[in-house]
């Protein structure tokens, strides 16, 4: 099934869904969680027909803004779903179904009694590495330097990732072609973004019930 428009209705799909359900193709297919109002998406796709584009937010606001958005460019290789992160990557996609998974500026929960709520954990880790093909890539991005510091110590201690960058496992980021509102917002207030990416090295079985892994 290839669904119209850029709104996904996942209660006709069985799961795990595939992304030739999604998109009636096999192209490349990039991720985004928390796009936002869609922006960064949108011109991609816009740029790149090589590849398909999908992205997750769970704000509604946020999330018909950017249908609206993209409604006005027919993009048939830009989808978005409202669901909640971590319910997508551990209940709704498949496996290796995506070449790059994009997380930017998410919730740095900054009050220490909140730290717990923050994204980043083993678990979620695992299950990125489920939903990625071997070699695909997790990119990240964020104005706060303890977070950024949090989550490469997830990753490393995770072990199903491999850094790209040398210690301390983040660059501060350059200017793209492609930015998010937020980004551009975060830059002409003149404050630093980090990023940092993970290359997936192991295949994980996400979740508390089978949490072995294996060597692709």
Request: proline content about 5%.
């Amino acid at each position: 099934m290839k669904f119209s428009g850029p709104t996904v209705d996942i209660s006709v799909l069985s799961f795990p869904v595939a992304k030739k359900n999604i998109f009636g193709n096999e192209k490349p297919l990039v991720l985004e969680i928390g796009f936002g109002e869609g922006e960064l998406l949108i011109n991609a796709a816009r740029r790149d027909r090589t590849r398909n584009y999908l992205g997750l937010e769970i704000k509604r606001g946020r999330f018909y803004k950017a249908v609206r958005t993209a409604e006005k460019f027919s993009l048939e290789n830009l989808k978005f779903l409202h669901i909640e992160a971590e319910i997508a990557i551990r209940q709704v996609l498949g496996e290796k179904m995506f070449d790059t998974v994009l997380i930017n500026f998410p919730d740095p929960w900054p009050k220490k009694k909140h730290s717990k709520h923050r994204i980043f954990n083993t678990e979620f880790i695992d299950c990125l590495a489920r939903i990625l093909t071997g070699n695909g890539r997790v990119s990240i991005k964020t104005d706060q330097l303890n977070y950024i510091q949090q989550i490469v110590s997830e990753f490393h201690r995770s072990k199903i990732f491999r850094p790209t960058y040398p210690p301390p496992g983040f660059i501060e980021a350059r200017r793209e072609q492609t930015e998010s509102k937020f980004e551009k917002q975060f830059r002409e207030a003149s404050q630093k973004i980090f990023s940092t990416v993970f290359l997936n090295v192991l295949l994980t079985t996400c979740g508390s019930d089978n949490p072995g892994t294996r060597k692709l």
